[in-house]
């Protein structure tokens, strides 16, 4: 070959490169935004099974194309304490076998194009073409469902594309000399490995080099399984770096993830390696100098990963005992500690999304109790339920600055409708949560005055107190209960409610200014009384926002006001509940 031609060859190696990676990203993004939540659901439900964990690993990573970007899932999601180290292993063990979809998808490649139309298409080369054309098809449709569909098509076309070109630039070094004797070196199963490793740590896509490999044992006659074998399994250790670079900025713990995904792979290529070179030596296996072709390197790649999670599956529980020795617990910060959301979670965007879900619930919660426990203050003032308040303050706006920077970064990556819309409705309800807080300080400077001052209020402002403070207490409670559940039906009950809760305290107003002319309430007591019913009156409020974000959401209406006008003039339900809820808490 002249130096033109390899030049040649080695752009259209990167570029086919380029268009493998590109399209394995379209396609496994396609699936990914069909799968939606239903991914990290399944992690968390299934994780406690072993089989049902190895089942999930291996699903994921098909879905995902990569092992490495499992790993990277599995970091953040136990740094951010959503899952326990423990869960992870049977996912890391079955993410590896895998894998091994890719490899026996590519084999395709070598389908005789010399017989029949019918074996002709089944190479994808031709097939792939009009996958595309179908792909686009479908992604100029309104469907967003179809559009994924066509996404994945696409991806998959532009993936086989990047097979056909590399194969096309590495055909040509089936003639070469220096090519036969430069893979005579490689005879040498250590510099195997080693190569193996290297070149799937620069292009981190085990799925990417398994696939060169191929393409050169089909353009090439001279590759044996001798050879390959030991490439083969340094590209399964290659697959650690993703993983390791991902371990770097989270907690000990998380780190631990990475740890025993890179234990398992290199004990898997020790073991097997040592245990195939020594066989062959003693016994001298025949197949050792026979020439490999992709479908040989699928077999291999294949039952190397079935083999090494036949050898490590006995000792799974171990793996995480020899990380602990490793990396032992210390105390950490509570940053550390108590990470939200990890931004490596950003790499898969419906996980992302699913967890900001599951976050903003814990902070509806946490939002909740904070306003009962701030409430309670009111007429029993303890100093460290006062601290509690406070403390859970802070959490909300941290709550809410990390749910907040983590959906306005997913807003640039293409997502589903289905997370779109939770992506909204969680964008809209969090500033209502954190605004909960606020409202639970203010009560609790109050009711420090009050405690410090010791008001006392006159009886009948007690009882009428007690009434508001139920309709209050049940609103919370009714608002929480329809945002965990998304329940559109319980949350059109939730607006009459929060009307009634107005004309409560514009009543209690109107008795205590009546009350203040007889002289049976003072003008301080008053202003601490305005004071309660104003926090009281923006906290229900803020309750119908959040019942507001859970229907428009469902409906993808975003006119909050023309929605409230609506169901309030001329509706029969409203007018029903608000009957109902007015005679419930009515001032005697």
Known sequence: MSAKDIVLAVIMVIGGLAFFLYGMNVMSSGLEKMAGGKLEQALKKLTSNMWLSLFLGAFITIILQSSSSVTVMLVGLVNCGMMDISQTVMVIIGSNIGTTFTTWLLCLMGVDTSGSLWMTLLNPEYFSLIFALLGAILIMTKSPKKKDIGNILVGFAVLMYGMVLMGDAVAPLKDSED?????????????????????????????????????????????????????????????????IISSFGVSRNARKVSLIHIIFNVVGTVCLLTLYELLDMLIGFAFSDMVINSVGIAIVHTVFNILTTIIILPFAKYLVKLTNKILPDKEESFEEEHALLDKRLLTTPSIAVAECDEASQKMAKLAKETMFMSISLLTD?????????????????????????????????????????????????????????????????????????????????????????????????????????????????????????D??????????????????????????????????????????????????????????????????????????????????????
């Not at 008795?511 to 002319?517: D, I, S, T």
Request: charged content about 25%; hydrophobic content about 40%; glycine content about 4%.
């Open 179 to 243: 090519f036969q004797q430069l893979l005579t070196k490689f005879e040498n199963p250590i510099l195997g490995v080693f190569v193996g490793t290297v070149v799937t740590g620069i292009i981190q896509s085990s799925a990417a080099s398994v696939g060169i490999l191929q393409r050169l044992a089909d353009s090439s006659d001279k590759i044996t399984f001798g050879m390959a074998i030991p490439i083969i399994m340094g590209q399964n250790i290659g697959t650690c770096v993703t993983a």
């Open 381 to 501: 003032f303890d100093k460290k339920t006062a601290e509690k308040v406070l403390k859970n303050e802070d959490m909300l706006d941290d709550y809410e600055d990390k749910i907040g920077t983590t959906l306005v970064q997913l807003n640039s990556k293409a997502l589903s409708e289905h997370d779109s819309q939770i992506s909204s409705r969680v964008l809209r309800a969090i500033g209502d949560f954190e605004r909960l807080g606020d409202h639970a300080m203010n009560l609790v400077d109050i009711a420090k005055e009050i405690h410090d001052k010791k008001l006392q209020f006159s009886e009948k402002a007690m009882k009428e107190m007690e009434i508001l403070t139920e309709a209050l207490e049940d609103i919370l409670e009714r608002a929480y209960r329809v945002y965990k559940t998304s329940d559109e039906v319980a949350a059109v009950d939730i607006e009459p409610l929060e009307q009634v809760i």
């Open 503 to 588: 004309y409560l305290t514009r009543d209690i107003k109107a008795n205590h200014v009546r009350r203040l002319q007889e002289g049976t309430c003072t003008i301080e007591t008053g202003f601490v009384l305005s004071d309660i019913l104003t926090n009281f009156e923006r906290v229900s409020d803020h309750c119908s926002n959040i019942a507001v974000s859970v229907i428009e959401t469902t409906h993808s209406a975003w006119e909050t006001h023309s929605y409230l006008n609506k169901i309030k003039f001329g509706n029969k339900h409203f007018n029903d509940n608000f009957t109902k809820f007015s005679e419930q808490y009515k001032l005697s």
